[in-house]
């Protein structure tokens, strides 16, 4: 049966599937190369480059390579994702298309990009067409201030090296609700509007908690500069001593356990996927969408669980500071960590209903929160 | 007007209108009679939880439920008017596609009571495999009710570990029979295949794995905290309701009931067998709540993989399993009532039988489901959306029963 399964699919599919793969791993080399080719780039231009274009030119490749990290996120995310509930149940998951899997979703954007883009007749055609993007670029915005290491030199590598870096995060997060709400009320369907209405409440509210999390930390360490906070985190017991997560035990524990759940309701994720409860809204938001605006938000709910990880590893976890020194693999390891754990917590725990989600919010996390904020800060002034 | 009345005593049956039925809408919501902020919510009839094809009518206020309405007939397969024109046995590839994930339970209820119209019986090694199989597809049944609770729920795992050892039960019944879904097994006075050589050595085996691994699901979503905060106290059934709607099985005992046909109304010897009812004991709210009619499922398997052990053991190694198959079924005129534990409740079936004719007269099922649903509306208002899902979980509907 499989045998003959699989003859038919070669039979059909065998010279048509090779065009993506092949396209897709000449894309794939690319594109992971990019961050490299900006580094190296960046050294060379200096010796080149009149001095006043150095800067320009050393940002808009650093863009371009991090651009490409975030448009390649979702991909290897998304395989990452099947894999991990794949072997959370018992079963090995995308196997076919390349070695277990790995091209699986180039396969599937590909099938993406060529599905026709359905916009439903009574649809409001401007925030229909405007919510994915929003919402991407969003997500995307976001990482302009994620740095990823800092060089000998004290150059920080980041995008934008913000002095205000945790504030542009709160601000920027706080547009994928709008995108959420455009699509839940431009698809004009009832299941959309509420998925809409739901995710436009829930991130609204656990953007408070969000808030002061940040506010511990910064309260803490006397910054808001994110390369300021982790150059906080630099030493210690192991190298790993002076994390914040180990500060204060164990109210930076209790902070980072808040800050993480606040992430998980902010990117719609299990336990609080409740704006695209499957069972129960069919899709939620997403419901009228499909071809390749479906993959935007696909794009950009990865992008923010890359984002709210990598957050919650720059503030709590020292980022790329560590047992062996400083070192930006570091970095992407605890990031990925996380967002390793997101997926895990999603195949493994039910869904809370709405109103509980709410009460969670305002009930408990809020109040703790801003416990932790006046303790943090009194003990800091005492000290 | 045409009334129908029964060959047997001249009872009336049912009564056929000749003139067309006025319109009747008023069952539907209107859009006229809406309050403010009011709105009506269609859910399914295609629904990825509404287990099947049910249509609910839901008028909501935000995401509270004021009232909800259930419109079912998507599946209506007519088969009582289809087995009037069948023989007895032809009868019972239609009984299989009722529950059609109970098929075992629903082909036995009719096959008891074309038994009993004929005044037959069953030799002990029939009784034996139909016990066996019966309690094997009631396990496969709340796997099922299970796996699926828990994605209502949004507990994805769950699922997929019931339907891994549901599997495994259907392996064993396609190697007793050949079907996976819909078997054909039970005749009547008999049953259509003996168990095969090393049956019943792998069928104890299967049990023996099975029970580590439901431990493991147990504890996996029983008595998650978010699970248990989204069921506990949500569509209360009290005890004095049951009753009064007539529910069985499951939904009965989750309302604290002590009520089992297996017990209190035997058939197939199940007297002889050592087990326990199950009855909802609420540690986590009020009696009757969906977490308890969901538990009284997952503490039945364990009592069916009992069942079976015992059944296995006492089994007879010899036997005909055709020896009181009747070459022709042509009863006398008569009536008969029969009912059974269905693995979702009281199934029964009533068949009036004409003079030595080898059709019935009249199939009539009486359906567990379809009762369930009659209490659909008053155990979801005033709930929220993401209850009403649930709720319809935890009754464990399946609309080939409901709509037949």
Aim: net charge negative; charged share 20%; glycine share 8%.
């Amino acid at each position: 049966m499989i045998t003959r399964f699989r003859q038919i699919e070669m039979r059909l599919m065998g010279p048509l599937t090779m065009i993506p793969i092949v396209l897709c791993l000449v894309v794939l080399g690319t594109i992971a190369a990019l961050p490299v080719v900006a580094t190296i780039l960046s050294e060379l231009v200096a010796d080149f480059v009149p001095a006043g274009l150095q800067r320009l030119t050393i940002v808009v490749l650093g863009t371009a390579g991090f651009v490409g990290i975030l448009a390649l996120n979702p991909i290897y995310s998304i395989w990452l994702e099947r894999k991990v509930a794949a072997h959370v149940q018992d079963r090995l998951g995308p196997m076919r298309v390349g070695w277990h899997g790995l091209l699986q979703s180039f396969a599937d954007g590909v099938k993406l990009l060529f599905k026709e883009d359905l916009v439903p007749r009574d649809a409001d055609r401007v925030l229909f067409g405007a919510a994915p993007m929003l919402a991407v670029a969003s997500a995307f915005a976001a990482f302009a201030i994620v740095p990823w290491g800092v060089r000998e030199d004290g150059t920080v590598l980041a995008v934008a090296n913000l002095n205000i870096g945790v504030l542009y995060f709160i601000a920027i997060t706080s547009l994928g609700a709008l995108a959420v709400l455009m699509a839940g009320w431009g698809s004009n369907n009832k299941y959309a509007l509420y998925g809409g209405m739901r995710a436009a409440a829930q991130m609204v509210s656990y953007e408070i908690p969000t808030a002061i999390l940040v506010l511990v930390v910064v309260a803490q360490v006397g910054s808001l500069s994110i390369p300021d906070i982790v150059a906080a985190q630099a030493g210690g017991i192991l190298g790993v001593g002076d994390w914040l997560i180990f500060q204060l035990f164990p109210l930076n524990l209790i902070a980072f356990v808040l800050f993480f759940i606040c992430g998980l309701a902010e990117t719609n994720r299990t336990p609080f996927d409740i704006p695209e409860a499957e069972s129960e809204l069919v899709a939620g938001f997403h419901t009228e969408y499909s071809g390749m605006r479906f993959a935007f938000f696909f794009l950009a709910e990865y992008g923010n669980m890359l984002l709210v990880s990598m957050l919650a590893a720059l503030l709590f976890l020292g980022g790329w500071v560590g047992p062996f020194g400083s070192n930006p693999l570091l970095f992407f390891v605890k990031g990925f960590g996380l967002v390793v754990v997101q997926m895990w917590l999603r195949w493994t725990l039910p869904r809370l209903r709405v109103d509980q989600l709410m009460g969670i919010c305002w009930k408990y996390v809020i109040p703790i929160s801003f416990f932790l904020l006046v303790v943090t800060t009194v003990i800091k002034g005492l000290l | 007007m045409a009334e129908h009345r029964s060959p047997v005593d001249g009872a009336p049956l049912v009564t056929l209108y000749d003139e067309e039925l006025p319109p009747d809408n008023s069952y539907a919501f209107s859009p006229e009679e809406l309050e403010e902020d009011e709105m009506i919510l269609n859910m399914g009839p295609q629904h990825p939880s509404t287990h099947g094809v049910l249509r609910v009518e839901l008028k909501t206020d935000g995401e509270i439920v004021k009232d909800a309405r259930p419109h079912i007939g998507y599946l209506h397969r007519n088969f009582e008017k289809h087995a009037e024109n069948i023989d007895y046995q032809g009868v019972i590839p239609f009984t299989d596609r009722m529950d059609y994930v109970g098929s075992m339970g629903n082909s036995l209820a009719y096959a008891l009571t074309v038994e009993k119209l004929l005044g037959i019986g069953v030799g002990e090694r029939v009784a034996g495999i139909r016990v066996i199989t019966a309690e094997l597809q009631r396990i496969a049944s709340h796997l099922l009710a299970m796996g699926t609770y828990g994605m209502d729920i949004g507990a994805f795992t769950p699922f997929l570990l019931c339907f891994q050892q549901r599997e495994r039960i259907l392996d064993l019944f396609e190697w007793l029979c050949g079907a996976r879904l819909l078997y054909n097994y039970n005749w009547v006075g008999g049953v259509s295949h003996d168990l095969p050589e090393g049956w019943t050595d792998k069928c104890r085996r299967f049990l023996d794995e099975f029970v580590p691994v439901l431990d493991e699901v147990d504890k996996l979503l029983s008595h998650n905290k978010i699970f248990i905060r989204r069921t506990a106290d949500i569509g209360i059934i009290t005890p004095e309701m049951a009753k009064d709607y007539a529910l069985s099985g499951p939904n009965l005992r989750g309302s604290g009931i002590d009520w089992d046909l297996r017990r209190d109304d035997p058939y197939l010897g199940y007297e002889n067998y050592d087990f326990d009812v199950v009855v909802a004991t609420s540690p986590h709210g009020p009696v009757g709540s969906c977490w308890d009619r969901y538990f009284v499922r997952v503490r039945e398997m364990y009592e069916s993989v009992k069942i079976v052990r015992q059944a296995l053991d006492r089994l007879p190694a010899e036997g005909d399993v055709h020896e009181n198959v009747p070459r022709f079924v042509r009863p006398l005129a008569g009536e008969a009532y029969c009912r059974s534990e269905a693995p979702r409740g009281e199934l029964a079936f009533y068949i009036v039988a004409e003079n030595k004719k080898p059709i019935p007269y009249r199939v009539k099922g009486r359906s567990p489901c379809f009762v369930a649903m009659g209490l659909f509306h008053e155990i979801t208002r005033g709930e929220m959306i993401a209850d009403i899902i649930a709720i319809i979980g935890s009754l464990d509907i399946v609309l080939g029963e409901i709509d037949r």
